[in-house]
């Protein structure tokens, strides 16, 4: 009892009593208390830590699993989780953290037409996974000179794609981005597997495989539909612009 009445002189804690809260002193219950669930002090724990992330102010989709916490434990994992959020919105400031069209990609990435070659982001976990949209048309300059009469995208530009969009995910997965470039370093065990036309959609999913310093390892795909058209793993280095 001696830390309740610690909190209550501090001002915390106010509202509670031995009807909504367990107090435990040397090793059971104060005040005659039974546990009206035979899991109810996990209960609490997980009362505790639904209250601590609910401070993070904004809608949150995931799995969390907690071992020994408390309120200590689960206020740092909740500031992580407000970082990696600004993070995110002061590289796509305004936007919707699942959905980047063309306006937002432009904020960040260097490149512009005709060698743009992402439409809109639908997925980005940083540090983990994003899902963006390259809309072929016929109106793209490459296909004037590969093929004429038979229009194919060039394979280098589908990996190109893959990684730009790369490229966004390793600046959303940094602690600071600005004025940082990225510069495509490596492929390995590319592989095409139809040609894409014009019409396709070109799905672009890349993987955050490995991060250290600059030096990022990822793995790409590519696909019209449910069909994979290519795969890579791509390498990249973060460089002052």
Not at 29 to 44: K, N, S
Not at 193 to 219: N, S
């Amino acid at each position: 009892m001696e830390d309740v009445l610690k909190l209550r002189e501090a001002g915390y804690a106010q509202g509670g009593t031995l009807e909504n809260a367990l107090v435990i002193e040397n090793g059971g219950l104060v005040g005659g208390q039974t546990l009206r669930f035979p899991d109810e002090i996990v209960r609490h724990k997980l009362l505790d830590l639904l209250g601590d992330i609910a401070l993070l102010g904004m809608p949150l989709q995931g799995h969390v699993r907690a071992r020994r916490s408390g309120h200590e434990a689960n206020a740092e994992f909740t500031r992580k989780l407000a970082h990696r959020e600004q993070r995110s919105s002061r590289i796509f400031p305004r936007r919707r953290p699942d959905d980047f069209d063309i306006s937002a990609i432009l904020e960040v990435m260097p490149h512009r037409y005709p060698f743009l070659l992402v439409d809109r982001i639908t997925e980005l976990e940083p540090g983990k996974r994003i899902v963006g949209f390259k809309n072929v048309t016929i109106n793209e300059p490459f296909f004037q000179g590969h093929f004429p009469g038979h229009p194919i995208m060039p394979g280098v530009l589908i990996i190109e794609a893959m990684a730009q969009a790369g490229g966004v995910l390793l600046l959303t997965s940094v602690d600071d981005s600005r004025g940082k470039l990225v510069f495509f370093i490596g492929i390995d065990n590319a592989r095409f597997r139809r040609p894409v036309l014009p019409g396709d959609v070109l799905t672009l999913e890349c993987e955050l495989v490995k991060l250290r310093g600059p030096i990022a390892k990822m793995r790409g795909v590519a696909r019209v539909g449910d069909e994979k058209v290519a795969e890579a793993e791509l390498m990249a280095s973060l460089v002052d612009g």
